[in-house]
Structure formats: structure tokens, C-alpha cells
């Protein structure tokens, strides 16, 4: 099972970055999978998650702002992030609800 991330990058406030979640070992469609983000200094906390039939929910944080989605035939998780925040900046990992297996993350950071 490997997750990666990618997409990640420095935007200015206002920006959009989309993340990416490359699975293998498994098949994203039949899993609940979720985006976490992980601030300097806090826990990680979840921010959006899509289930198997795409039902899909968000921190009240991101609400509104991001979306995530999946696409079946390349077996990947996306993150699309709209009109950034400073506070969004974090490094961000996708997961497989009840997985063990974590990526390295991919680092967003937004400037003021």
C-alpha cells in the first residue's frame, strides 16, 4: 500500500492549488478516503473525505472553499483548495479511513 502526494506548492492568499493522491495497493473507489492537513506546532486534523458512493464532507474550515474528488481509472484522490488562507498553510496527506499507511505529505504554504 503506498500513497503519494503531490501539488503542493507557495501561492499567495486568494490563490488555488490542486493536490493530488496517487494510490497503489489498493483501490480508492471501494475505500473512504480522506485529505488530513498538519500545521506547525498542531495535531493533524481532517479536512475533507469522499466515501465509496462520493458522498463527500469537509471541515467547517475548508467548507465551501475546497472539494475533493477521485478519479477511478487512475486510482487518485484530488484536492482542489480555492481561494487560499494563510491558515491553510499546513503540509497535507491523503488517507484510507481505517489504513495504517500514511504518504509523505505535500506542503502547502500561503503567503499573506
Known amino acids: 500500500v503506498q500513497l503519494v502526494e503531490s501539488g503542493g506548492g507557495l501561492v499567495q492568499a486568494g490563490g488555488s492549488l490542486r493536490l493530488s493522491c496517487a494510490a497503489s495497493g489498493f483501490i480508492v473507489s471501494v475505500n473512504d478516503m480522506e485529505w488530513y492537513r498538519q500545521a506547525p506546532g498542531k495535531q493533524r486534523e481532517r479536512v475533507a473525505t469522499i466515501s465509496t458512493i462520493g458522498t463527500t464532507g469537509y471541515a467547517d474550515s475548508v467548507k465551501g472553499r475546497f472539494a475533493i474528488s477521485r478519479d477511478n481509472a487512475k486510482n487518485t484522490v484530488y484536492l482542489q483548495m480555492n481561494s487560499l488562507k494563510p491558515e491553510d498553510t499546513a503540509v497535507y496527506y491523503c488517507?484510507?479511513?481505517?489504513?495504517?499507511?500514511w504518504g509523505q505529505g505535500t506542503q502547502v504554504t500561503v503567503s499573506s
Open positions: 488517507h484510507r479511513l481505517g489504513g495504517l499507511n
